[in-house]
Structures are given as structure tokens and as C-alpha cells.
């Protein structure tokens, strides 16, 4: 059974802080780690990772895949009290059906 | 505006009461899923759908049904909903092998 596991599970940090969350992951045929951020609503997508080593920027955020130790990190820099949402790392296996979710990670930031 | 758009956005039944909560998309997507979300356990998947009357279960298909009948439409059928199944439910589409696009949920709760 595919699993994905995301630590911590909840985070509480002060705005300018750096963070760094973590996911790991066993799945039979990985294809793509995805990354998403969810505030009070639907997950919005923020990277998918399908080749170790390769960083994903966007803005303060940035993401790498480690697929010989299977994992992945999101790092967010001087954070915001925007950045406070559940964030939430899945896997894709190869042939594109499913797609397993951790439990996410609880980031609070506080002014 | 390109969206997936589930209906209704919140249900509250009983227990036995045939339910149905729909989904669209506009984007002419290949691939349509539904999830459930509860705390401590993440986003597991009820069903999905690669395509057009191509449908499979997720991790948790237990007391649901779908259709695909059409590319645009994928409803989440319930035929006696069990208090079990009060959650959050995301339905979410894609092309084939991208990130997901999520609707805004449905809050259903089942007494």
C-alpha cells in the first residue's frame, strides 16, 4: 500500500522565520511528488517533483525530491502570516490513477 | 473562468437518505477524482476516473458510487448515507498525469 507520511504535523513559528517541512514517501511506481497549500478552502498547487535534485523555486518557496531516499522538502523563507495553511504533499505513481496524500502539516505563523 | 464546481457546498441529511453531490469541470479535463478529508487522516481517495466511463476505486470507496458519463460531469453518489461519512468532500480534476485542480468542497454531515 502506497503511504506518505509529512512531519511535522504542526508548526508554530514567527513571521521572518525560515521553515522547512518534510515528506516521505513508499510508493510501487512513483511518477511526480506534488506539493499543495491549503488555507481555508480547496488545495491550491504549488509544485510537482519528478526528478531528484532539481529545486523548484517560486517566490520564498522552494522545493527538492530526494528519490534515492525517498523525500521531499518544502522550505519557506522569511515567512508571512499569509503562509499560515495546512500544507499537503502527495505522490503519483506511474500510471496516473492514484494519487496518496499525507496528513499535511499544520503551519501557523504568528506576527 | 476555469473551475471545477461541486454542488451543494454544505448538506446536512440522515441517515438512509440517498444523496448525490455533483461536480463539474470546464476545462475539459481527462481525469476526475473524489477525496475525502478528515483531521488526522489527510485527503483519502473515494474513486476516480481516467476517462469517459472509465472509473476505479480510490482507497476508500466503501459506501459510495460514481459515474462518468460525460467528460465534464463526475458525481459522488451516496445510496444510504451512514453518520461515518460526515467529512469534507473534495472533487478535483486534471489532464492526464498534471496537478490537480480542487472544487471548493462539500461539508456534509449525516445524523
Known amino acids: 500500500e502506497d503511504k506518505v507520511v509529512q512531519s511535522p504535523l504542526s508548526l508554530v513559528v514567527h513571521e521572518g522565520d525560515t521553515v522547512t517541512l518534510n515528506c516521505s514517501y513508499e510508493v510501487t511506481n512513483f511518477r511526480s511528488l506534488l506539493w499543495y497549500k491549503q488555507e481555508k478552502k480547496a488545495p491550491t498547487f504549488l509544485f510537482m517533483l519528478t526528478s531528484s535534485g532539481i529545486e523548484k523555486k517560486s517566490g520564498r518557496l522552494s522545493s527538492i525530491l530526494d528519490k534515492k531516499e525517498l523525500f521531499s522538502i518544502l522550505n519557506i523563507t522569511a515567512t508571512q502570516t499569509g503562509d499560515s495553511a495546512i500544507y499537503l504533499c502527495?505522490?503519483?505513481?506511474?500510471?496516473?490513477?492514484?494519487?496518496?496524500f499525507g496528513e499535511g502539516t499544520q503551519l501557523t505563523v504568528n506576527p | 473562468e476555469a473551475q471545477v464546481t461541486q454542488n451543494p457546498r454544505y448538506l446536512i441529511t440522515v441517515t438512509g437518505k440517498k444523496l448525490t453531490v455533483t461536480c463539474s469541470q470546464n476545462?475539459?479535463?481527462?481525469?476526475m477524482s473524489w477525496y475525502r478529508q478528515d483531521p488526522g487522516l489527510g485527503l483519502r481517495q473515494i474513486y476516480y476516473?481516467?476517462?469517459?466511463?472509465?472509473?476505479d476505486k480510490g482507497d476508500v470507496p466503501e459506501g459510495y458510487k460514481v459515474s462518468r458519463k460525460e467528460k465534464r460531469n463526475f458525481p459522488l453518489i451516496l445510496e444510504s448515507p451512514s453518520p461515518n461519512q460526515t467529512s469534507l468532500y473534495f472533487c478535483?480534476?486534471?489532464?492526464?498525469?498534471?496537478?490537480?485542480?480542487f472544487g471548493n468542497g462539500t461539508r456534509l454531515t449525516v445524523t
Open positions: 502527495a505522490v503519483r505513481e506511474t500510471s496516473g490513477s492514484r494519487l496518496t
Open positions: 476516473s481516467m476517462n469517459v466511463e472509465v472509473t
Open positions: 478535483a480534476s486534471s489532464p492526464t498525469n498534471s496537478p490537480l485542480h
Open positions: 476545462m475539459n479535463h481527462e481525469y
